[in-house]
């Protein structure tokens, strides 16, 4: 158990559905990040937010929305998303440039 | 720029032997180096950070890695396999001063009995 939870641990969707992904955390720390991890491909950053502000955007499609109404939560909402979009889709939580994250076990996401 | 390259995709191992995962980084600054593990199913683990201090780092589970500089390479090893250690492991090199984590493509190890 990291102390990061993230729900739901599998989703499947279509190209038109609109879906959220959850994490939350009980560590106290300062910022939540969402990675995304896809087959054969290193692990990109998406967002970074810090106090409930978004500090980094990884020129990610806007079809992925991000929100963090306080700092132990972080959503990620998907709309008309594509099917290269499926992938694994992997929360953290750390300290201000903290060099250690906590990572959630991860959405497996499938878009068809 | 930052990167990192991790120059095996699968090592084989039988279990009690050495363990070595080679990555290589390139950085403008003197860098942040971490290893994570990623077992299945669950999500990533830091196994150890490398920060300026000693170029010798050792983390959990009995693994280390050595900082060399001039080779530009951050390798993990560990002198013994455990069954337990089958996993996905992640090179890592952090930009200065930022959130950014650069991953690489990672090293899945096997070990066999």
């Known amino acids: 158990e990291t102390g990061v939870t993230q729900t739901p641990r599998h989703l499947v969707m279509g190209m038109t559905n609109k879906k959220s992904l959850k994490c939350e955390q009980h560590?106290?720390?300062?910022?939540m990040y969402w990675y995304k991890q896809s087959a054969k491909k290193p692990l990109e950053l998406m967002f970074v937010?810090?106090?409930?502000?978004?500090?980094e955007n990884n020129s990610v499609p806007s079809r992925f929305s991000p929100e963090c109404p306080n700092s132990s939560h972080l959503f990620l909402h998907l709309h008309t998303l594509q099917p290269e979009d499926s992938a694994l889709y992997l929360c953290?939580?750390?300290?201000?440039?903290?060099?250690?994250?906590?990572f959630g076990s991860g959405t497996q996401l499938s878009v068809l | 720029a930052q990167s990192v390259t991790q120059l095996d995709s699968h090592v084989s191992v039988s279990e009690g032997t050495p363990v070595l995962l080679r990555c290589n980084y390139s950085s403008s600054y003197s860098p942040s180096l971490f290893w994570y593990v990623q077992h299945p199913n669950k999500g990533l683990q830091l196994l150890l950070k490398?920060?300026?201090?000693?170029?010798l780092v050792k983390g959990i589970n009995g693994f280390e890695a050595e900082f060399k500089k001039s080779e530009t390479s951050f390798h993990l090893t560990k002198p013994s396999a455990h069954m337990s250690d089958a996993a996905e492991f992640l090179c890592?090199?952090?930009?200065?001063?930022?959130?950014?984590?650069?991953f690489g493509s990672g090293t899945r190890l096997l070990v066999r009995p």
């Open positions: 937010y810090s106090l409930e502000e978004r500090v």
């Open positions: 490398y920060t300026s201090a000693a170029t």
């Open positions: 890592v090199v952090r930009r200065d001063s930022s959130y950014k984590l650069i």
């Open positions: 953290a939580a750390g300290g201000d440039r903290s060099e250690k994250l906590f």
């Open positions: 560590l106290g720390h300062n910022a």
